[in-house]
């Protein structure tokens, strides 16, 4: 069982920037895929970014964050980040993280632990 707990949501100002965090515990992530996804209230699950297992050297980005967002991870830490610049109101929902298959995919389904997720809310 991996455990992951998402930290750093907040409130912040259209243009700013916040960093979240999701730490695991039970298990080393270093093997899984790890993913986050986002949810706007009265809005479907929506996928962020992914970075593939160990080296963490691939990377893939949802298009609505793509050139705004960055996912990295620290395996030695166990964590992985969410660097979020140039935060838009649009981007106001529930942050969550996700463990999976060493490359997983865009989808919900292609992961087997989630996070509870953190608020984030950009204030225009």
């Known amino acids: 069982q991996v455990q992951l707990v998402e930290s750093g949501g907040g409130l912040v100002q259209t243009g700013g920037s916040l960093r979240l965090s999701c730490a695991a515990s039970?298990?080393?992530?270093?093997?899984?895929?790890m993913g986050w996804f986002r949810q706007a209230p009265g809005k479907e699950r929506e996928f962020v970014a992914a970075?593939?297992?160990?080296?963490?050297?691939?990377?893939d980005y949802g298009d609505s964050v793509q050139g705004r967002f960055t996912i990295s991870r620290d395996n030695a830490k166990n964590t992985v980040y969410l660097q979020m610049n140039s935060l838009k109101p649009e981007d106001t929902a529930v942050y969550s993280c996700?463990?999976?298959?060493?490359?997983?995919?865009?989808?919900?389904?292609?992961?087997?632990?989630w996070g509870q997720g953190t608020q984030v809310t950009v204030s225009s």
């Open positions: 970075i593939m297992d160990w080296s963490g050297t691939s990377t």
């Open positions: 996700a463990a999976g298959s060493g490359v997983p995919g865009r989808t919900a389904h292609d992961y087997y632990y």
């Open positions: 039970g298990r080393t992530i270093s093997s899984y895929g």
